[in-house]
């Protein structure tokens, strides 16, 4: 059985968001490669085999260089006087005050809001329209994107917020509107707002010029990217005669970190602003290897026209297609 200690979390328990804080981190990490191995081994079932294979004898696990503060993306649930993230397997909004886990910067947005909302409200200001807020920090400068999400365009009613924001966070680069008039748990609606700075995030990373859109993907755990590309490069034994095929791509990071080490990158990704960052960072850094293909990966396999030495696949948290495995 794992040792408990006491969580750092107030809300441990209630809030989604975190499994395994009243255990050590490195029995977190056994559970974790445990689970993984159970997972592959469950997959390989109809597979005709003398003996099962052990994942977990075969799986190097790499630590995250702090369990705290890891996460440079977050979003944040604002449902009548709640502000917080959702429970464990459920749609209702547990209140946080903090998150032990986000980056700091995204903390202190969160209390800005949290007491500028309440000032509202206490006015008598209707604030009902202020659904969501997303925060993006750059995993090496720090420089912060806040994007707020509203279900009318009033741009007016963050007037203020804003001033207070960039009164009190330096780091802050960029501030978006996004109108979302749709069902209240989807992300992101088709229309988006620049109010303060760039629309876009942009920074230097592992010596790559990287830009990040609001709602495109790019991994939470901004201290273990350039880790993360490493390992990947020497598990896939890459050579300059390899063509890679990159699953999943996001917005090309790790495919232009790939592109140093093989002949040609195929970059499957579906998210038309993930592509579309793609597109700019292959071509703020001059990289002329790299195919980028604008499909779901089930959709796009069958034109691949040329011979796959190696894949990296990175899929979202439903996994694989049943098609692509």
Not at 48 to 60: A, T
Not at 76 to 97: P, Y
Not at 102 to 122: F, G, M
Not at 206 to 216: E, M, V
């Amino acid at each position: 059985d794992p040792t408990v200690v006491f969580p750092k979390c107030s809300v441990f328990g209630k809030c989604g968001g975190c499994h395994y804080q009243h255990v050590p981190y490195s029995e977190q990490l056994d559970i974790k490669l445990k689970q993984y191995s159970d997972s592959l081994s469950s997959q390989l079932n109809d597979i005709p085999s003398k003996m099962p294979f052990d994942f977990s004898k075969s799986v190097e696990i790499l630590p995250s260089l702090s369990p705290w503060d890891y996460r440079y993306k977050s979003q944040f649930i604002i449902k009548n006087e709640i502000i917080g993230l959702s429970a464990a397997r459920s749609q209702t909004v547990v209140n946080i005050d903090n998150c032990s886990v986000q980056h700091p910067l995204s903390n202190t947005v969160l209390t800005i809001i949290r007491t500028w909302l309440t000032k509202q409200r206490e006015k008598g200001v209707d604030c009902s329209q202020f659904s969501q807020f997303f925060t993006r920090v750059s995993p090496c400068s720090t420089q912060l994107m806040v994007g707020f999400i509203s279900k009318i365009d009033d741009k007016l009613f963050f007037k203020d917020l804003c001033r207070q924001l960039l009164n009190e966070i330096p780091e802050l680069a960029s501030i978006l509107l996004n109108i979302n008039t749709g069902d209240e748990w989807d992300l992101f609606g088709s229309e988006t707002t620049l109010l303060h700075g760039d629309e876009k995030l942009y920074f230097s990373y592992a010596g790559i010029k990287l830009q990040q859109s609001l709602d495109s993907f790019v991994q939470a755990n901004g201290l273990m990217l350039e880790t993360f590309w490493k390992k990947a490069t020497d598990l896939l034994a890459l050579s300059k005669t390899d063509t890679l095929l990159d699953c999943y791509s996001g917005t090309g990071g790790m495919s232009i970190y790939f592109s140093k080490f093989v002949k040609d990158v195929i970059c499957i990704e579906s998210s038309a602003s993930s592509i579309n960052d793609a597109r700019e960072n292959i071509a703020e850094n001059d990289i002329t290897n790299i195919r980028l293909i604008h499909k779901k990966a089930e959709d796009a396999l069958g034109s691949i026209d040329v011979q796959l030495d190696a894949v990296c696949t990175n899929p979202p948290r439903a996994g694989l297609h049943s098609s692509v495995k």
